[in-house]
């Protein structure tokens, strides 16, 4: 058996023991295995969201939402993980141009992460911040009213920390 394989039976385990103990449906017992989830892996991957969401007997969607909350929560292992809205309403106000420079300054297209294992770009169509659009996602913090400019700012910061 693999080592992930092996991780998610046990954590599997862990995310069923906290809902015994919270009660299916507990908001709070998620945010606990979520908490425990990142303590233990460094990260709570779409396959941990989706084992959370069995074990609470919710819909993996409800997880994501109770996680979007929980800005110090990576859902993946990687350093910076940037999340552009690829939503109509962000597009009229000029996501493209974001995205654009976003990609050609990570070298890298959605769902991939850069070859030093530091950055993983993802898509998500609409983070209901419509108003506050263009926007970008990193690390689980929005960063409104995106513009070329300012996302290559933000980008060169990342890059250049060591
Ligand atoms: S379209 Fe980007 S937040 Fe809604």
Known sequence: MSE?????????????????SFGKGSQEGVKFAIRNCQDAFGCVSVS??????????????????????MPSVKESPVEFEIVCCTGSRCAKNGSIEVIQAVR?????????????????????NCFKQCKHGPNLMINGQYHHHM????????????????
């Open 4 to 20: 992930e394989m092996d991780q998610e039976l046990v954590f599997g385990e862990m995310a069923a023991e906290a809902a015994e």
């Open 147 to 162: 513009n070329k400019e300012n996302a290559q700012k933000i980008l060169e910061k990342i890059l250049k920390q060591p």
């Open 48 to 69: 941990h969201q989706k084992q959370i969401a069995e074990a609470f007997g919710l819909d993996e969607k409800i997880v994501k939402a109770i996680l979007r909350f």
């Open 104 to 124: 050609s300054m990570t070298g890298i297209d959605f769902n991939e992460t850069t070859a030093d294992g530091r950055i993983r770009l993802r898509s998500q």
